[in-house]
C-alpha cells in the first residue's frame, strides 16, 4: 500500500513524525509514534533481509541507549535498581560503585524510542520509494530548482563519487602500491591522497553539469513549474498530520515558556496539563 | 595535414548567423591566449566542421558562441561576436534557446531519469504549454530513433544513444544554431554512425550546425565547410574538398618484432559474470606470448574493459585461472594497467611526483628513480611539464602523465583500457611510441592503430564472445 503512495506525501509524513520525535518527551507517547513509524515501515512490505537487519539494529540501539543511560546517569533524583559493583573503600576513600539507575534506563527508552521513530519513518520511505520517484518528488516540491534540483543532483552523484573512490585506490594497487610497504608516514600520506583526483572529478563534473544546465535555459531562482499530479486526499493527510506536528511544537514551546516562568496564561491550564502528561 | 592559408573576408554571406572578428580570448591566471586575432563568419544553414589537436582552441571557440565565455569563465575577451545581428557573446541563458549545445560528455549533461524527461527539461525553462511540450518531445524523440525508448532511463542507453538524446533535447527547443561540442569522442564506431546519421538529417534540414571534432575522417563527408585552428589561430577556412584531411598514418611508428613463442599469459578457461547480470566470459581460453603487441577490438559493452580487468587482477574470475609465466624480475612490476579515465590516476601534488611514485614503491634508489623519471618524461613529451600538478595540464598530457606514471615501474605487462580514446591523431602516435613491455594488450575503437601497432587483433562481441582473433598483418592486407 505504502508503494502506491506519491513520494511526496511519504516525505511530508517521514517530516511529521521526525518533527515529533525530536519534540516529544512522553514515553508513552513516543511509544505510540514509534509503533506508527513500525507500522509504515511493514506496510512498506520490507524484504526479511531489511527487516531481519533493521530490528536487529532497533534491539541493539534500544539495548546500547537503555544500558549506557542507566549506567551513566548523572541527574538527580535517580533511584539505584542494584549494584554492578557496590560501593567500596579503598586507601581511605569512599567510592561510590558502579549501579544501574531506574531514571536512566526510562531517559535511555526515551531516547531510543526517539531514535526507532525516525529510523522506521525513514526505512519506510526508502524501501518503498525508487531513488527515480524520490528524486523526482524532491525536485517538484515548492522551492527554488537552484535548491531541489541541485541537492538531488548532488546525490545522484554520490555513487559515482564512491564508484571514483574504489577505481583510484585500484589505480594505486597498479601503481605497485601496498599499505605500510613503504613506510607509515608515506601510507598515510598515499591513502590521503587518493582524494585528489575524485575532488578533482568532482570538480570536472559540477562544471559540466552546470554548463549543460545554462545553456538549456536553466533558472535556479525559479520555482519548479513541472506538473505532478499529486492526489488531493494524500495532500490532505500529510497536510494535516504536518499541521499536527506543528502544534505539538507550538504546545511544547509555550510549554517551555510556562516552565521557564517567562509566559503564563491562565486560560492554557489545561493544555499545560495535557503537555505535562502527554506530550 | 596539408595547411592552407587563405584570405577570409569577414563577411563571408550576405546573412551570417554567426560573425567573429579578430576574437582574441585568454583564461584566467594564463599568459598565453588560447584564441588569437579569430575571424570568421557563419551563414544559415552552413554546417561547419572546427577541427584541430588537442588544445589548439576548438571547445573554447564554442564557448565563446554559446556564451559560457566569458560569462562562466572570465577570462579576457578582446574582438566581437555577433549572434543573429546582435552583439555577443551573449549570456548563456540569452543565447538560449537560439542557440544549443550538446558536450562531449553524454553522460554528464543528462540530468533527468527519464529519456523523455531529459527532453521536456528545456522546453519546461522555455515556459511551454504542456501540450506543446508533449508534442515537441514526440518530434525530437523521433527524429533520433529514440521515441520508443523515451520511458528508459538514460542510464540504460548506449553511448551512442545517450548523445542522440543530447542532441534531440537541444533540437527540441529549435534552435537557430546548434553547436556541439566533440560529440563522436567518446563514441564506439557504431555509436559515430548513429550521430553523423542524425547530424545529417539536421544538415539536410537546414540547421546551422558547428561541430568541433578531431575525428576528422569521419565528419569530412558531411560538413560543407571546414575552419582548422592550431594554437589558437585559423589555419584553414573552407571547403571540405580543398582540406588536406589528416590520414591515420601510423609509419612512423617503432616497428614490430616478432613475439616469441614462448606463453608469458595464459588464460584458462574463464568465466565471469558480474552479480545479478548474465554471464560475460564463458570458457575463454586465450594465451599470450612474449613480444606480443595484442589489440582488443569490439563495440561498447562487449567485455574489452572487464576483460583488461581480469588480467589486473581488479575482478576475480567466478571460474577458471589467470596464470602469469614470466618470471617476476628486481625492480619492475609484475603487470600494471591504464585505466579508462587516466585521470582517476593521478593522485600527486606534481607530475615528478607522480612519475617517481612506482619505483619509489619498487624501493629503487633516488638515483635510479631519478633516471627512469627523466627518460620517461622526455620521451612522453612531458618533461616541461615536471613541477606542475597534473590536474593543470591539458587532456592529452594527463594521460601521457599517467602512462608515464606506469612506465617509470618498467611493468613486465602492461594492460591499457582505451588510450586512444578521445585524443587527437599526435598523441595517439606519442602513446604508441612510448609503449614498452615484455606484453602489451590493450583495448581501442581506433582500428587504424590497432591494425598498426598490434600483432595480433582480437575482436570481442556481445556478451564477451570472441568472434575473431587474428594476426593483423593479415587484417591489413585483407583491409577488413
Known sequence: MLKRLDPRTKILLVLAISLLAVTLDQALSLAALAGISFLLFLLGQPSRFHL??????????TWGLMVSQGLFYQNFPRTVIFYVIPPFKFLGRDFYGLA????????????????????????????????????????????????????????????????????????????????????LYESIRTELSVVL?????????????????????FDPLALSSRDLPWPSWQKSVSLLCLLTALVVLGVKLLFWLYLQEILYLEGLRGLYAFARHWL | ??????????????????????????????????????????????????????????????????????????????GEVYLFGRKGPLPPQEAFPQVATVFQNPTSQLISDTVAG????????????????????????????????????????????????????????????????????????RGIEEVLRILKKLA???????????????????????????????????????????????????????????????????????????????????????????????????????FLSLLAGLLKPSSGKIVYHLRREPGRLKYSMLLQDPDLMLFRPSVYEELSFAPQMLGLSTKEREDRVCKMASTLRLSPRLPEPPFSLSRGERLRTALASLLTGAPQVLLLDEP???????????????????????????????????????????????????NAQTCLKQGS
Open chain 1, 52 to 61: 531481519k537487519g533493521s530490528l536487529l539494529m532497533a534491539v541493539l540501539t
Open chain 2, 204 to 306: 539536410d534540414q537546414g540547421l546551422t550546425i558547428i561541430l568541433v571534432e578531431h575525428r576528422v575522417s569521419e565528419a569530412l563527408p558531411l560538413v560543407n565547410r571546414v575552419i582548422a585552428l592550431e594554437k589558437g589561430r585559423i589555419i584553414y577556412d573552407g571547403p571540405p574538398k580543398d582540406f588536406g584531411s589528416p590520414k591515420e598514418d601510423y609509419r612512423a611508428l617503432p616497428p614490430k618484432e616478432s613475439p616469441s613463442s614462448e606463453p608469458a599469459l595464459e588464460v584458462r578457461n574463464l568465466c565471469f559474470a558480474y552479480p545479478g547480470k548474465e554471464r560475460l566470459f564463458e570458457g575463454l581460453q586465450l594465451t599470450f606470448y612474449r613480444g606480443e603487441r595484442v589489440a582488443l577490438l569490439g563495440e561498447n559493452g562487449t567485455g574489452k574493459s572487464t
Open chain 1, 100 to 183: 544501574v539507575y531506574r531514571q536512566g534506563l526510562y531517559y535511555g527508552a526515551v531516547q531510543a524510542l526517539r531514535f526507532l521513530a525516525g529510523m522506521f519513518a525513514g526505512l519506510s520511505l526508502c524501501i518503498s520509494t525508487p531513488v527515480e520517484h524520490l528524486f523526482l518528488a524532491l525536485s517538484r516540491l515548492p522551492i527554488p530548482q537552484g535548491l531541489s534540483f541541485l541537492s538531488v543532483s548532488a546525490i545522484r552523484f554520490l555513487p559515482v563519487v564512491a564508484e571514483e573512490l574504489r577505481r583510484v585506490r585500484q589505480a594505486l594497487r597498479l601503481k605497485g602500491y601496498r599499505p605500510l610497504a613503504c613506510g
Open chain 2, 1 to 78: 595535414m596539408s595547411i592552407t592559408h587563405r584570405n577570409r573576408p569577414f563577411l563571408r554571406r550576405a546573412k551570417p548567423l554567426v560573425q567573429v572578428h579578430r576574437l582574441t580570448y585568454t583564461y584566467p591566471g594564463r599568459q598565453v591566449p588560447s584564441l588569437q586575432g579569430i575571424d570568421f563568419s557563419v551563414a544559415e544553414g552552413e554546417f561547419v566542421l572546427v577541427c584541430g589537436e588537442t588544445g589548439c582552441g576548438k571547445s573554447t571557440l564554442l564557448s565563446c558562441l554559446n556564451g559560457l565565455i566569458p560569462y562562466e569563465s572570465g577570462g579576457e575577451l578582446i
Open chain 2, 118 to 189: 531529459e527532453v521536456v527539461f528545456a522546453l519546461e525553462n522555455l515556459g511551454l504549454h504542456p501540450e506543446e511540450i508533449n508534442h515537441r518531445v514526440e518530434e525530437a524523440l523521433s527524429f533520433v530513433d529514440l521515441i520508443s525508448l523515451k520511458d528508459l532511463s538514460p542510464a540504460e542507453l548506449s553511448g551512442g544513444q545517450r548523445q542522440r538524446l543530447a542532441i534531440a533535447a537541444a533540437i527540441a527547443v529549435r534552435p537557430r544554431l546548434l553547436l556541439l561540442d566533440e560529440p563522436l569522442s567518446q563514441l564506439d564506431p
Open chain 2, 420 to 470: 586512444t580514446t578521445a585524443q587527437d591523431q599526435k598523441n595517439v602516435h606519442t602513446v604508441l611510441s612510448a609503449l614498452a613491455a615484455e606484453l602489451i594488450i590493450f583495448s581501442t575503437h581506433d582500428q587504424a592503430a590497432a591494425k598498426a601497432f598490434a600483432h595480433r587483433i582480437i575482436y570481442f562481441e556481445d556478451q564477451g564472445r570472441i568472434i575473431c582473433d587474428i
Open chain 1, 197 to 217: 583526483p575524485v575532488l578533482s572529478g568532482a570538480i570536472r563534473r559540477s562544471q559540466d553539469l552546470a554548463d549543460a544546465l545554462l545553456t538549456r535555459g
